[in-house]
């Protein structure tokens, strides 16, 4: 037999996790002990006696002669085998045990393609609000310590990463019942990697559902030293670019597998349709009806994460956005972000959240003491990471914040509307004069006037230290000036 | 004598079954094992007794001679065997068995028992087939010293996969081992990084029906690690996923079943579901409800030790948030540790509720006694470390307390809300503001006393209108319970009660003008 274990294994997992195998430990067991003795020259494992010590339980003073247990439960399992693979019809080794004897054979089986990849769906529509995500790991070519080592830093790495994300739903293949995998996965994300001359190659694929058509792709070639921080470093942008909630690029593609669902039946779904809605295009109309829905959802669910943290970003986005809806967005905002906290506590990003609002309020003891609650966790995000260079920015430190925010959108080439605002306000800061008018067609160009009203109105020239040498010392003067540039 | 309900029902159905039905020699000695099993009464258990006792021989009985018991004992023996072994056979909650040499019955939960008694927990331990075998012996490590801590937990049914072939870790193939049983799989994988001279240990927390992923960790182990290396893995990983407030599983699965109705499961089940959801997310009705379903199963199952380690814990809640329910006197409370001490001697919750009660019994040496006790015993639940520090503080000893409290942000970064209250007041009392608020606004989920401390963060830095709305919330909820200031839980802190009661006076003033403003 020239089959290596690992195919084997993986193939015992398969019929393990069948209907055939589910719920019967006994039949596994056996399975198991005849495939691992299987290779052996000797005929010792497949003795009744030995079978039925060590595999079936019984003590040591069986006796074949009387108990038949072993020639009926090895009739079973030969009777499920077959029938097993008598369904399958695609795998690539067949497991079956001749009669009249007990030991397995183990056959290699050419088919023609991929097919079996994505095991069997069943119907399953657990948390439509949410995008469900299944992720596997494959290793092309020959296994080794080496791929093995980088195929698990990648594949914890993104399932922590991934788990950061509100609204991503994360599956593994994990069958039911019946042995097959629910089907209320929305995208699959394959992850392949494998060695080359010098090195390794990584890559991530999405694809709908079970259909083979590949949405995104991205490849990467990593050095045989590589440093486990360039690993990091390419999750959390694959992962920002294919999740973040504001530029992540499967969300547009979610809204659309939903849309036909959405018949406003179910409250958290149509809450965050209109959610992710919004962030796709933020214009006022759209927030109006995510303000409202995500509102009302949040009150029939209470304490629900999800909802409770599209709602906290909502009333953020209200105020730097400067959208008139909320009667009292700032007062209501706070007062809802620390509610969402309660049931979320060690969430990053509603904590920036907390302490971009409480700053916009003028409670600067509050917004810092916040900020010095989370100043350990790691950014990684591209929302989380931006948020917090906004309020970077808007406390004085605009050359870091901005510098950050560059770096961010330079590596998305996406940003939001909020970026042309900031970097029209700091270029005018510093009196670059170069810059100023191409900032203010940028500005025009996305129509974000308004948020640079926002953020003049929430700036704060005095409080804080600033790292730049600015032209202007009075917030009032300096406000007037970029209006009146602005307006020309 | 009354049984408990499983091993009550497991004997009625044993009983009943075609095989017993006509032997009344062997229904006799069945019942007569159980109970004598069941009470631990080994002289019982003896040979001599059986044949007096049970089998209507004399007192002249010689067991050297009349091979009665043993004949009747094998018979039993392969009698229980076979009706295990049935066709199509709907399995009781408990196996029993006799084990060989012994008159003592075994239970055990049969391998098929689809029903846990709490939260059924499939642990996985795994590293690459290709692994060295050091690796190898630290993945075997780790899978025993879990084995061992997890085990701590009564309210986990914990299963550990011990098979060989579970050793690659492929498209989540692993889980495959999971069954109905289980409603977790905890994975931890071992993989080394022989470049780096380190191992990588992670773990990954999916709930089987849903197959979401719940929790996923990965941690840095040195090469030439050292058992606090460890010891420090461990603890992270269970405290956020397992002790704290019965952390996150706790948290998912006495939530799913109250979202379904707690009616549509056994009793026994429902006694963690309750219990798990008030150490989460206290609240008065909560407690209400846990009380009304505590009173009834204790008056059937007086020695349910769930029930009543349930009813002892539910004590401290019950002080610790001024609800006032439980109308047991002290004495009687302490009395019930003790009975449990009977059963379970080296239990460190027992000796943690036992210290609890003495120190509401003001016995404060006594308590003291009690939770050194409990803290030696307890290696894993962080949440009795929490509830032995508040209880060190509420007593006076503030340093101790929050010394202990404190080290348990090592371990879990962000703990249940209640777990900030004793430091919030410890910073309150020393004038510590920007303290008071960090900690006074990470305070969540604590009921009438979350509103209390939020009320008095907001007014310690000056934000006077959230401290109004906050007080707001706190007359809402505190009209049915006592009221905070003169509660027990800060009898020991004369000083931080006025200071309270000048806060609280102070903001009604406000509350009053801003009213007659408008």
Request: proline letters at 5%; one cysteine or more.
């Given at each position: 037999m020239t089959l290596s274990s690992y195919e084997l294994t993986k193939e015992i997992d398969y019929l393990f996790a069948s209907h055939f195998f589910c719920n019967k430990p006994q039949m596994r067991r056996l399975l198991s002990y005849l495939v691992r003795h299987?290779?052996?020259?000797?005929e010792v494992a497949f003795d009744q006696r030995a079978i039925a010590i060590e595999?079936?339980?019984?003590?040591?003073?069986?006796d074949p002669a009387e108990n038949p247990v072993v020639r009926i439960e090895i009739g079973r399992l030969r009777r499920i085998l077959n029938r097993f693979y008598e369904e399958e019809v695609s795998r690539s080794i067949r497991i079956s045990i001749p009669l009249g004897q007990y030991r397995p054979v183990i056959e290699e089986q050419f088919i023609?393609?991929?097919?079996?990849?994505?095991?069997e769906l069943a119907a399953n529509d657990a948390k439509p609000e949410c995008l469900s995500l299944l992720v596997q790991f494959a290793t092309q070519g020959e296994e080794s310590a080496a791929l093995y080592l980088l195929r698990h830093q990648m594949r914890i790495g993104l399932t922590i990463d991934i788990g950061k994300i509100h609204g991503v739903r994360l599956l593994v293949a994990l069958p039911n019942e019946e042995g097959k995998v629910g089907d209320s996965i929305d995208f699959v994300m394959r992850v392949v990697v494998s060695a080359t001359g010098n090195g390794f190659q990584v890559s991530s694929s999405i694809l709908q559902?079970?259909?083979?058509?590949?949405?995104f792709e991205h490849s990467e070639a990593l050095a045989?030293?590589?440093?486990h921080q360039v690993i990091g470093r390419l999750l959390h942008h694959w992962v920002s670019d294919y999740?973040?909630?504001?530029?992540?690029?499967l969300w547009s593609l979610w809204l659309e597998l939903r849309r036909g669902s959405d018949?406003?039946?179910?409250i958290p779904l149509h809450a965050m349709f209109q959610y992710h809605q919004f962030q796709a295009q933020a214009n006022k109309q759209n927030f109006e009806k995510a303000m409202f829905t995500v509102a009302d959802a949040v009150k029939r669910h209470p304490g629900d994460r999800l909802l409770g943290f599209a709602l906290a970003d909502l009333y953020y986005r209200e105020m730097i956005h400067g959208f008139?809806?909320?009667?009292e967005p700032l007062r209501d905002g706070i007062r809802h972000v620390r509610e969402a906290l309660r049931f979320d506590p060690g969430n990053a990003s509603l904590h920036t959240l907390l302490a971009s609002m409480t700053f916009f309020s003028k409670e600067y003891d509050i917004a810092r003491m916040e900020l010095e609650a989370i100043k350990?966790?790691?950014?990684?995000?591209y929302s989380f990471s931006f948020q917090r260079a906004v309020l970077q920015c808007l406390m004085g430190e605009w050359q870091a914040g901005i510098k950050r925010i560059a770096l961010i959108v330079d590596q998305f080439g996406r940003f939001p509307a909020i970026y042309p605002a900031l970097e029209y306000i700091y270029v005018l800061l510093v009196n670059d004069q170069s810059a100023i008018d191409r900032c203010r067609e940028k500005v025009r160009q996305h129509h974000c006037e308004s948020v640079v009203h926002q953020c003049l109105h929430f700036m704060e020239f005095s409080r804080f230290k600033s790292d730049i040498a600015m032209v202007a010392v009075d917030k009032e003067a300096f406000s007037a000036r970029v209006r009146q540039h602005l307006e020309q | 004598m009354e049984l408990d309900e499983q091993v009550a029902t497991t004997e009625a159905l044993i009983l009943s079954s075609h095989l017993f039905r006509s032997k009344p020699q062997m229904q006799r000695l069945l019942k007569y094992l159980v109970k004598h099993t069941y009470l631990n009464d080994s002289a019982g258990l003896q040979q001599r007794s059986i044949a007096v006792?049970?089998?209507?021989?004399?007192?002249?009985?010689d067991s050297s001679k009349d091979p009665i018991v043993r004949i009747e004992a094998a018979r039993l023996r392969k009698l229980l065997d076979s009706f295990y072994e049935q066709d199509n056979f709907i399995p009781p909650p408990y196996r029993i068995s006799l084990p060989k040499g012994s008159y003592q019955l075994s239970f055990s939960r049969s391998?098929?028992?689809?029903?846990?008694?709490?939260l059924g927990l499939l642990l996985v331990c795994q590293s690459p087939l290709i692994a060295t075998e050091k690796a190898m012996q630290l993945m075997l490590r780790v899978r025993r010293d879990l084995s061992i801590k997890l085990a701590d937990f009564r309210h986990m049914d914990l299963t550990v996969d011990f098979s060989a072939e579970g050793q690659v870790a492929e498209r989540?193939?692993?889980?495959?081992?999971?069954?109905?049983?289980?409603?977790y799989v905890l994975r931890i994988e071992v993989v080394e990084n022989s470049r780096d001279g380190v191992y990588l240990l992670s773990s990954v927390a999916i709930h089987?029906?849903?197959?979401?992923?719940?929790w996923s960790q990965s941690s840095v182990l040195p090469e030439s690690y050292q058992v606090t290396d460890l010891e420090l893995f461990y603890k992270r990983l269970i405290s956020p996923?397992?002790?704290?407030?019965?952390?996150l599983l706790g948290k998912h699965w006495s939530q799913s079943y109250l979202k379904k109705g707690?009616?549509?499961?056994p009793d026994h089940q429902a006694a963690y579901v309750y219990y798990i959801s008030i150490c989460n997310e206290p609240t008065l009705d909560g407690a209400r409800q846990y009380l009304d379903f505590l009173e009834g199963r204790l008056e059937r199952f007086p020695a349910d030790y769930v029930a009543k380690a349930g009813y002892i814990s539910l004590g401290f809640f019950d002080f610790f948030l001024n609800y006032?329910?439980?109308?047991?006197t002290y004495e009687i409370r302490l009395r019930h540790c003790y009975e449990l001490a009977k059963y379970y001697p080296n239990d460190a919750g027992v000796a943690l509720l036992t210290g609890f009660c003495y120190f509401l019994l003001d016995d404060y040496v006594q308590a003291k006694r009690y939770l050194d006790t409990a803290k030696k015993l307890n290696r894993e639940n962080t949440l009795w470390d929490f509830i032995g520090g508040s209880v060190l503080y509420f007593m006076g000893e503030t340093e101790q307390g929050i010394k202990q409290i404190r080290q348990l942000r090592k371990y879990?970064?962000?703990?249940?809300?209640?777990?900030?209250i004793p430091e919030f007041f410890y910073y309150l009392e020393r004038g510590d503001t920007e303290n008071a608020f960090i900690k006074g606004s990470r305070v969540?989920?604590?009921?009438?006393l979350e509103h209390l401390i939020k009320t008095l963060t907001y007014f310690e830095v000056g934000a006077k209108s959230q401290a109004l709305d906050e007080l707001k919330r706190l007359d809402q909820v505190v009209d049915e319970t006592g009221s905070w200031?003169?509660?027990?839980?800060?009898?020991?802190?004369p000083e931080l009660v006025t200071k309270i009661n000048r806060t609280l006076k102070h903001l009604r003033r406000l509350e009053i003008n801003s009213g007659t403003g408008a």
């Open positions: 299987c290779e052996d020259d000797s595999c079936l339980g019984r003590s040591d003073d069986f023609d393609s991929d097919r079996g990849y994505l095991p559902g079970d259909a083979e058509q590949v949405l045989v030293d590589y440093d999740f973040d909630p504001q530029v992540g690029q018949s406003g039946e179910n008139d809806v909320s009667q350990d966790c790691d950014d990684t995000g | 006792n049970c089998l209507g021989r004399d007192e002249s009985f391998l098929e028992n689809k029903l846990s008694k709490g989540g193939a692993i889980h495959f081992l999971a069954e109905e049983q289980h409603d089987r029906v849903t197959q979401e992923i719940l996923l397992i002790a704290d407030a019965y952390g707690v009616e549509f499961i006032n329910l439980i109308q047991d879990n970064p962000s703990p249940p809300g209640y777990y900030f969540s989920v604590a009921d009438s200031p003169e509660c027990k839980v800060l009898a020991n802190f």
